[in-house]
């Protein structure tokens, strides 16, 4: 039981490059999320889907766009990478029932932009 | 969108003894979840702890309890008989209610060391 598999772990990128980061689930949860993690900020939500075929912006989507491929699938793709893009990405999922309501996460895709 | 605030960036405690970290978060629900999330080096995001908003009873996991003060909406983590392997980045989360999409927030974080 993997729970939530992010791919790839590391990955160099030139500017103006484009790459997809991939989450995938097993765990049966509706709500996926990326998010990025920079020194001295936490984790800032960048997209979201609530379901399977809803996807919704989070606090910071300029540059980043997703795709609700399937229940168990959420991809985020950089059309343009830039420096600032530079950060560790997480997937998350959720549950919506009560006692099933933290996130858990993958392991994190650490993206350098050069 | 609410907003976690963990206002202590760093701290250090010594081995064995208890620390408390902070955490407030805005917000204008009254149906929500907060969590504690430790991130080691490994930068792997393991849950410490989770409070409902409707109850009243502090959560407690073994040597971790909150001091959860709805009213003030703070939700502060206690690390008693504090251990090396405490070491960590901890972050502070605020969950919307189930029924508003499922949101989460999260704090700065505060870098706890542990002093041997």
């Known amino acids: ?114 | 969108a609410q907003t976690v605030t963990q206002s202590q960036p760093e701290m250090s405690v010594q081995e064995a003894e208890t620390v408390t970290l902070s955490c407030t978060y805005d917000t204008s629900e009254s149906d929500y979840y907060l969590f504690w999330y430790k991130q080691p080096p490994s930068r792997q995001m393991i849950l410490v702890i989770r409070q409902e908003a409707y109850k009243q009873q502090n959560a407690t996991e073994n040597r971790f309890s909150v001091n959860f003060q709805k009213a003030a909406k703070s939700f502060s983590l206690k690390i008693s008989d504090s251990q090396l392997g405490d070491a960590a980045m901890y972050f502070c989360a605020y969950r919307t209610p189930i029924y508003n999409f499922n949101k989460f927030y999260f704090g700065s974080g505060t870098k706890l060391n542990v002093k041997p």
């Open chain 1, 1 to 114: 039981n993997a729970g939530v598999t992010q791919t790839p772990k590391f990955q160099v990128l030139k500017t103006g490059q484009s790459m997809t980061l991939q989450c995938a689930q097993d765990m049966n949860h509706n709500s996926m999320y990326w998010y990025r993690q920079d020194p001295g900020m936490g984790l800032r939500l960048i997209y979201y889907s609530a379901s399977e075929g809803t996807t919704d912006k989070g606090e910071v989507p300029n540059g980043y766009n997703v795709s609700r491929l399937n229940k168990r699938e959420f991809s985020l793709r950089l059309e343009s990478a830039a420096p600032s893009q530079t950060s560790v990405y997480f997937c998350a999922i959720s549950g919506r029932k009560v006692g099933n309501t933290e996130a858990f996460f993958g392991q994190g895709t650490r993206l350098t932009v050069v």
